[in-house]
């Protein structure tokens, strides 16, 4: 038995590559036999929250979730009155603010250029595409998920 001299881990005499980190033996490479892979690593998603909410939470305050994509501002403020002290609400009413914020800039930003035609038009795409997040994000709260929406988990403020 030969072992690794990266990772220290058990060899068959015959073996090319070490079957757990992949680094050369030195032994000649018998033809037609190719190493095995790495072990597959779960992926992470950083921008996935669910983990840090009790089921419970999730499960009573859902619909009040919802409500915050569905409605907008009035969602936000049914939200802070029904459900206050719910972590899971507070999460998405603070994803739905961004979503606000962001509408609220690119208006304004459409406002001050709209002698020019391509600049609210630019704007109407990219409030249709924040709709689209609006929809992903409601289906997540759907299947029980406490994900950051696309494109607005990018923004750094109001975490």
């Known amino acids: 038995m030969k072992t690794c001299t990266k990772c220290g881990a058990s060899l068959e005499d015959a073996a ?77 009413v603070r994803q739905s603010l961004k979503f606000t914020v962001v509408e609220t800039l690119l208006g304004l930003v459409s406002i001050l250029l709209c002698w020019t035609i391509i600049v609210p038009i630019a704007v109407a795409v990219f409030c249709v595409v924040l709709f689209v997040c609006k929809i992903i994000c409601f289906f997540s709260i759907c299947k029980g998920k406490a994900k950051e929406a696309p494109i607005i988990c990018k923004l750094n403020f109001l975490r």
């Open 16 to 92: 090319a590559f070490c079957n757990v980190c992949g680094q050369p033996t030195g032994a000649p490479a018998t033809p037609g036999v190719a190493p095995a892979p790495a072990p597959a690593v779960p992926a992470f998603d950083p921008y996935d929250h669910t983990h840090e909410f009790d089921a419970k939470d999730i499960s009573d305050n859902k619909v009040i979730a919802m409500l915050v994509y569905l409605m907008g501002i009035i969602g936000v403020i049914i939200a802070l009155l029904a459900s206050s002290t719910s972590p899971y609400a507070a999460f998405h």
